[in-house]
């Protein structure tokens, strides 16, 4: 891929929030996998059960996290990525962290939304927006620092 081009083509050499205009466009497509699967999950078992809806997040997002690291290594972070196994490791370990914030907001969404006379369905989905925005957002600083980050050398 071209230094000058993001994901839409446009150019954006001389753009200060390149990386983060990328890391938005994937974070968004993540976003449509993660939020998508899981309502293809409820659609096919619909459920209120606590364990199950926690299942089915766990597995929406850890398809989004593969889709994340793959299209974030390659673009939004490509010069600091090096594609070992070391970074893969460390690119887990915080999306696996990120997950319990994830589904900690998940499950506290609904429990917050239940006293109000909407669907369930409606629930389940405010609460799963709802339980991305944070985790995007602490996601988008652990590659840039801790996954992705720059080696100095000498």
């Known amino acids: 891929m071209d230094d000058d081009l ?3 083509g446009i150019p954006l050499k001389n753009f200060p929030q ?4 990328q890391f938005i466009l994937i974070g968004s497509l993540n ?3 993660n939020l998508g699967f899981l ?3 409820l659609f096919f078992w619909p459920t209120t059960n ?18 994340s690291y793959i299209w974030n290594s390659r673009v939004a972070f490509r010069h600091h990525s090096h594609k ?5 490791i460390i690119f887990f370990i915080q999306a696996g962290v990120i997950l319990i914030i994830s589904n900690s907001a998940f499950l506290g969404g609904i ?3 239940a006293s109000f006379r909407l669907s369930v369905w409606l629930i389940q989905n405010i609460s799963k927006v709802f339980s ?3 985790p995007s957002i602490a996601s988008y600083f652990s590659m840039k620092y801790f996954v992705f980050r720059r080696v100095k050398t000498v």
Do not use: P
């Not at 390149?18 to 205009?21: E, V």
């Not at 070992?84 to 893969?88: A, F, I, Q």
């Open 111 to 113: 429990h917050f939304l």
């Open 31 to 33: 976003a449509l996998i």
């Open 84 to 88: 070992d196994l070391h970074e893969k």
């Open 18 to 21: 390149r990386q983060y205009l």
């Open 6 to 8: 993001s994901l839409t």
């Open 132 to 134: 991305m925005v944070i």
């Open 39 to 41: 309502n293809i999950l």
């Open 50 to 67: 606590e364990t199950k809806l926690i299942i089915f997040n766990t597995v929406a997002y850890l398809l989004s996290m593969v889709n």
